[in-house]
């Protein structure tokens, strides 16, 4: 097992272009998570995933962003028309909850920088 | 909206001192996550505190948890360089999978 894998590492875009990043969570985990991190802050929390189903989504998470899991297992995160302010550290996490506590941990990827120019 | 505190936001200490790093959070829950990052890197788990009185130690790191009073230390013991980075505490929604509020990190320098 290889952890969480995200890709790209980092993308620069032009304002105004769309931009795509995928995360590969860890196998056995049915729980992905997208979070949004600014230089200095904590993560946001976007969105996330229970298998293929988009259960709770942010109000950070503006109609110019789309997350989907279509298989569970794999997941994209789209931004369209990409602003300045999109700029920053794209999470990706998993977990696998069972009925016991412990397995509420979640573990992140490597982040996806993203440069809009 | 569940929110999460830590303090202090900066702490610059010298190799072989003691600190603790406080996270307060404002509405219920009782599980609580602590973080390390270093620059340009993701998030890799210290410990997670399930349970009100939980106390957890990993080398030079203690963490524990007081639900009651929605408070969780970080305590450090005898720092060395090697623990330099910045630190997030983080709780989720009790009864609410797993969206987990972040404290704004606390980004930690040890001096040799």
């Known amino acids: 097992d290889t952890g969480v894998s995200q890709n790209p590492r980092h993308k620069i875009t032009k304002r105004g272009q769309n931009v795509t990043f995928r995360c590969d969570p860890i196998s056995e985990h049915n729980r992905l998570y997208w979070y949004r991190q600014t230089l200095g802050q904590g993560p946001e929390f976007l969105t996330y995933?229970?298998?293929?189903?988009?259960?709770?989504k942010s109000r950070l998470l503006s109609d110019r962003f789309s997350a989907e899991r279509p298989k569970g297992s794999f997941s994209t995160l789209e931004i369209q028309r990409t602003e300045q302010g999109d700029s920053a550290m794209y999470l990706c996490?998993?977990?696998?909850?069972?009925?016991?506590?412990?397995?509420?941990?979640?573990?992140f990827g490597q982040g996806t920088r993203l440069t809009v120019v | 909206e569940l929110k999460v505190e830590q303090n202090p936001l900066f702490l610059s200490m010298q190799e072989g001192k003691n600190y603790t790093i406080y996270c307060n959070y404002s509405?219920?829950?009782?599980?609580l996550y602590w973080y390390r990052q270093d620059p340009g890197k993701s998030l890799e788990s210290l410990f997670v505190l399930l349970s009100n009185g939980a106390v957890k130690q990993e080398g030079r790191l203690m963490a524990s948890l007081d639900t009651k009073a929605r408070l969780s230390t970080l305590h450090i013991t005898a720092a060395v360089h090697d623990l330099s980075a910045t630190y997030f505490c983080a709780v989720d929604r009790r009864y609410a999978g797993n969206q987990f509020y972040f404290g704004t990190g606390t980004s930690l320098t040890v001096i040799p």
């Open positions: 996490a998993s977990s696998s909850p069972t009925g016991r506590k412990r397995d509420t941990e979640a573990f």
């Open positions: 509405t219920t829950s009782d599980r």
């Open positions: 995933f229970q298998n293929e189903a988009q259960l709770e």
